[in-house]
């Protein structure tokens, strides 16, 4: 307590008691002395602190408490206060009644009289000890407050701090101890306000920091972290000392955070809701909130007052009103937890609504009722749903009586029908007049292996809107199995909840017996499909094996010296076979297409290249037809580019350019030229100058085997032009004809455009060998004898090679093994096994893994051939073979480690 400067009562007797009092009750020990330092006053704290009672006091002099070598301290202090100077809180050392030193802390105030004459000095005191005491007591409290605790003095110099100081801002004790009080706070935050009002100090209580701004504390790393700041101001020896605490408050802003967007999309999801929302209090009774919703049933302004719970009643129709007091008294009272009643309400503009409401308590932790919250819902549109359902459901029935489809309605619970239509019993083969139908007895209809596609849950207690269909058998009492198509609709009551269920039922048997039946054609047309794609694999094999012979010896024969005539045979030999060739490939390109199986192999492919190779190809051709073959090579569109297969692009363009040869005039012309059409695509064009289409067999041009009447004199099969047409398709381009009879036709064939490729040159095998004959070894897995003969006469013309022939795929696998050739061909047609099967083992036996192998076949499959490259063959040659192939891959695979001659 502070030494106050107080008066020695000269004044009434109420005053002088109460002062006397005053200083009787007081903690400290106060000793009022005269201006010559004797001792008039001496209260009961004086007497505990020195244990001199007031009488052995009064009347003695400092001496009595003070001893000679304090003495002159004492009498300096004295004067000061003598001086009209306030001492406060000076430790010192004095005497105790039985001789030992105690230390005091003391204070000196002067004392005035009436006139403002000093009369004498009130000294208080108190033991300096149990004020250290009371400050590790202090300091004890302080550290085990939860909050950082910061004391400093009026500088703002901070002089004690808690461990929780230490903790939160990351500072050794000893090293925050005399720092400002703003080294804990950001640089932003450092004008705030840290100490109060002068005038609070004598009040000292915490009070915020920041005027509503968001504080924030800054850590000896930096960092910083939201707090929240009190302060408080208490008046010591040694001026003011505040003191702050101080909480990091980062987990509360996390949650508050959350509640706040928790609370705004609360707040957002009922003020958009289809039911009116209320919130009511009952101390006093009001509404808390009322959302959009509810105002708008009432027809209510959003921006007028809030109605009050009496105002809300007056909305409710007169003749419902006494049952809505009754549902809110029974809430109220908390005779019901969820009271939901409909009743009429009058809006504001005088229409009448339908609305269910309900009202549930709210109670407190103590479980008394503080709240009521409602709900309330325009259900209108329901109400009259109802009636209009009512008088529809006689027509329905009326319809349903008349209907072929049968209707049935059931109830859940318990599990009966309600309704059963005439057609929906004739379905079931129930007999007129046959009694009541149970809806266990129509369940034990359906086919034992059908009852899995009724879901229970569905057919006795749907949920509402959940729909099923299904097509299931049932055996009608008189024996016969029917299809039934059942569709199973759950029925909503006014409440929302589904207590029946709609099912309707259609005989759909006859439909089912067409949709096998079909299924079963489709199955047999499948099945003539492949077996027409096998046949015709197995005629390529067989037509592709003799020509093999036939082309190759012809081959051989062309390369050799013959007479003039023994030339003109060979050739007409190899025309014929191409011709025959080229008959079959067509046969099966165009069943390829047909069932999905013919492959192409994409690319940029240039209209220069592709358009001089298949003139030079048709140049003699047309020669001796005495037929020009315009094609101007300096056209710049010819180095255009076309996203295409390029086989399959030749192949359409030799078919062209071959009928505009073979049905020209004598002596006519062929002009190819290329365009662009409005997207950019280039598309080519072919004019001859023959005999023209008639407009009526332009329809049929396209079509597989007609040859159009006419031109059945000259030459062909008939599917060039259709081939031809579902290439370009697969191609996605489009080959159209422009005709007029007696003046030629015009074939446009239109591609997509390509950006040009990368350029990858490969040599090229040449069919006479330069260079020294070499020792190279050929196996040849063949078991047909002039395919053998054929190679054997291939390779006379590489004495180098020589050949090993093994007519079975076993013995093919063993002299692999024992011969290591440079190179083995392989049938896949071999006696004892499969030639995949061969290829398999050799690939797999470490001896002939690394030998490089060729598949020869007659089978031009792009499958087959993908899936064999895939199991390691090396290549794949298609019979007839090609001579000129044969030896570049024989030149390719040459031994060269050995030269015979030398």
Not at 103 to 109: A, I, K, P, W, Y
Request: glycine residues 6%; charged residues 25%; negative net charge.
């Amino acid at each position: 307590m502070s030494a106050t400067p107080f008066n020695f009562p000269h004044g009434s007797a109420g005053d002088a008691a109460l002062l006397a009092a005053i200083v009787a009750s007081s903690h400290d020990a106060i000793i009022g002395k005269s201006l010559a330092g004797e001792i008039l006053t001496w209260n009961a704290a004086a007497e505990r602190l020195y244990g001199f009672t007031a009488a052995e006091a009064i009347g003695r002099y400092v001496d009595l408490l003070v001893s000679e070598t304090a003495r002159p301290r004492e009498d300096e202090l004295f004067a000061l206060a003598l001086a009209g100077q306030r001492v406060e809180a000076i430790e010192l050392p004095r005497r105790h009644k039985d001789g030992s030193t105690i230390d005091v802390s003391l204070s000196l105030s002067p004392v005035f009289d009436e006139q403002g004459h000093i009369v004498g000095v009130a000294a208080s005191s108190r033991d300096a000890g149990e004020r250290r005491r009371s400050e590790d007591t202090f300091q004890r409290i302080v550290d085990a407050a939860p909050d950082a605790m910061v004391c400093m003095n009026e500088a703002g110099i901070i002089s004690l701090v808690n461990a929780q100081v230490e903790r939160m801002f990351g500072y050794p004790s000893a090293e925050i101890v005399g720092l400002p009080i703003e080294s804990l706070l950001p640089e932003g935050a450092r004008d705030a306000p840290v100490d109060p009002p002068a005038s609070d100090a004598l009040e000292p209580k915490p009070r915020p920091v920041g005027d509503g701004r968001q504080l924030y504390g800054r850590r000896r790393d930096g960092s910083t972290f939201p707090a929240d700041i009190s302060l408080a101001a208490i008046e010591g020896s040694e001026g003011q000392t505040v003191i702050a605490a101080i909480r990091d408050v980062t987990a509360r802003h996390a949650v508050q955070a959350a509640l706040h967007d928790s609370e705004e999309q609360f707040r957002q999801v009922v003020a958009n809701v289809k039911v009116g929302i209320s919130l009511r209090g009952l101390n006093p009774d009001e509404y808390i909130y009322l959302n959009q919703t509810y105002l708008d049933i009432l027809g209510l302004d959003p921006a007028g007052p809030m109605p009050t719970p009496s105002d809300a009643l007056t909305f409710v129709h007169p003749d419902d009103r006494a049952m809505a007091i009754a549902a809110a008294e029974r809430t109220r009272s908390g005779h019901s937890d969820d009271d939901e009643l409909e009743l009429r309400i009058v809006r504001a503009d005088g229409t009448v609504r339908w609305v269910r409401a309900s009202s549930r308590p709210v109670r407190d932790v103590q479980g008394e009722i503080f709240r009521i919250a409602g709900t309330i819902e325009d259900v209108t549109e329901r109400r009259e749903s109802e009636s209009a359902l009512r008088k529809s459901e006689e027509r329905f029935r009326q319809m349903a009586d008349s209907s072929s489809v049968g209707f049935t309605l059931h109830q859940v619970d318990p599990p009966e029908f309600l309704y059963t239509s005439p057609a929906y019993l004739a379905i079931m083969g129930i007999a007129p007049g046959a009694g009541r139908l149970s809806l266990s007895d129509a369940l034990a209809m359906v086919h034992p292996e059908d009852l899995s596609r009724l879901i229970p849950d569905q057919w006795q207690a749907p949920e509402a809107g959940a729909t099923t269909e299904t097509e299931l058998r049932i055996v009608r009492p008189d024996g016969e199995h029917r299809w039934l198509r059942v569709m199973i609709s759950p029925v909503q009551d006014v409440d929302g909840s589904v207590r029946r269920v709609a099912t309707t039922v259609e005989d759909i048997t006859d439909r089912r017996a067409a949709q096998t039946e079909l299924y079963a054609a489709r199955s047999e047309a499948d099945r003539a499909n492949r077996a027409k794609s096998e046949f015709l694999s197995r005629m390529s094999h067989e037509l592709r094996t003799p020509l093999n012979a036939v082309l190759g010896f012809a081959q051989l024969l062309e390369l050799d010296e013959l007479t003039q005539g023994q030339t003109d045979a060979v050739r007409h030999i190899l025309r014929g076979g191409r011709h025959l060739l080229e008959l079959i490939n067509d046969v099966l390109d165009i069943s390829r297409i047909e069932t999905d199986q013919l492959e192409l192999s994409m690319e940029p492919v240039q209209l220069a290249d592709v358009l001089t190779e298949t003139v030079e190809l048709m140049r003699q051709i047309a020669s001796a037809e005495e037929i020009e073959i315009d094609l101007d090579v300096l056209d710049p569109l010819l180095a255009s580019y076309v996203w295409a297969d390029r086989r399959r692009l030749r192949q359409v363009l030799l078919n062209l350019l071959s009928n505009a040869i073979k049905y020209n005039k004598r002596s006519g012309q062929v002009i190819i030229r290329v365009e662009r059409d409005s997207l950019g695509w280039p598309q080519i064009l072919i004019t001859d100058t023959g005999i023209g289409i008639r407009p009526e067999d332009l329809p049929r041009l396209f079509t597989p085997f007609d040859r159009l009447g006419d031109a059945v004199e000259i030459e062909g099969t008939g599917i060039g032009l259709a081939l031809s047409q579902r290439l370009v398709t697969l191609m996605h381009g489009s080959l159209s004809v422009e005709s007029s009879p007696g003046t030629g036709s015009t074939f446009i064939v239109r591609m997509p455009a390509s950006d040009p490729p990368r350029v990858d040159l490969a040599p090229q095998g040449n069919v006479e060998r330069a260079g020294p004959i070499r020792l190279s070894t050929l196996l040849y897995i063949e078991d047909n004898t002039s395919n053998v003969q054929l190679v054997e006469q291939i390779l006379k013309r590489r004495p180098g090679w020589q050949l090993v022939h093994a007519g079975h795929g076993a013995l093919g696998r063993e002299l692999a093994g024992v011969t290591q050739p440079n190179l083995i061909l392989l049938d896949l047609h071999l006696p004892d096994m499969n030639g995949l099967d061969v290829l398999k083992e050799l690939h797999s036996d470490p001896r002939t893994r690394l030998i490089p192998l060729v598949i020869v076949s007659a089978d031009a499959n792009p499958r087959q051939i993908a899936r064999l490259r895939d199991a390691g063959a090396a290549h794949y040659m298609t019979k007839p073979l090609n001579v000129s192939d044969v030896l570049a891959l024989l030149d390719t695979h040459a031994t060269n480690d050995e030269d015979l001659d030398g």
